[in-house]
C-alpha cells in the first residue's frame, strides 16, 4: 500500500503488527513500528491496509472490528466500524468513499472521514453465509459488489437508509436486479479479494481455491478467468 510515492508502504506482518517502510539507499529499507498512542490498541490484530496513494494516510482494519486512520506512522483517530474482524478495506477512485466488509455480516460504506454513509446487512439476504470477505463500490458508485465466504458474490443498491436505524438489506437486488448475480459452486472457496476497472464495464474476484475471474459489469458474465495455484487474497487494478 503506498504513501507518498511507490516505494513508501505499510506492511502488517506476523501477528498483525503493523510497521512503515521506506528506502534508505543501496537496496536496503528502513522500517519502523506504527505509534498508537491513545487512538489505537497495540494488541488489536490488523489483517487488512488501505493506503491513499500520494497522500501520507493509511487505513487498518483490526480483528476487533476497529477503523484506525494513521498519517505517517501515528495513529490520529478510529472509529468502531464493525462487530467482528474487518476483513476488507476498499476506496473508491476518488479516495472520497471508504468501503470495510465483516465477519459481522455487514457492508458498510464511509466518507474519508470515516463518517457512516451507508450499511447493508446480508444476514437479510438468503446468502449461505453472511460473512463479507470483500466489498468495494462499482465504478459508477451506484451499488456495491459484495463477496462472501460462502462463495457468493452480490451486487447491493448503494441507497441511503431513511434514517439510522434503519437497514438496507430488504434492497438488496430490488433497485438493481442484482440479487446473488454468482450463486456458490460446490466446494467453492471464499471470494477473497474484488476489485473494479476505473473506466471499462468490468470488475475482477479473486477465491481462497485460487480461482480469478474477470466479469462485465452490465452482463455480470464471466469473460475470462485464470487458475492459479495457491489461494489469492488480494487484488489491485
Known sequence: WTLQGPENFALAGAGGL?????PSGDAAWTSRYAIHGAVADRGDEVISLCGFFG?????????????????????RSSVKAHDGAIDSLSLEKSAKKLVTG????????????????????LKATSVRSPHVRSACLRADGAALLVGTASC??????????????????????DELNGGVIVPAPSGGGAVAALAVHPESPEFVTASDEGL?????????????SLVLGAPCRALVI
Open 18 to 22: 503493523l510497521s512503515f517502510w521506506s
Open 55 to 75: 497522500a501520507n494516510r493509511v487505513l487498518s482494519g483490526s480483528v476487533r472490528g476497529v477503523l484506525p486512520l494513521w498519517e505517517g506512522r501515528n495513529a
Open 102 to 121: 465483516s465477519a459481522d455480516g455487514f457492508a458498510k460504506v464511509w466518507s474519508h472521514d470515516l463518517a457512516l454513509l451507508l450499511k447493508v446487512d
Open 152 to 173: 457468493e458474490l452480490l451486487e447491493v443498491a448503494a441507497v441511503a437508509a431513511e434514517n439510522e436505524d434503519e437497514e438496507v438489506g430488504g434492497r438488496i437486488g
Open 212 to 224: 480469478v475471474r474477470v466479469y462485465d459489469t452490465v452482463t455480470k458474465k464471466a469473460l475470462r
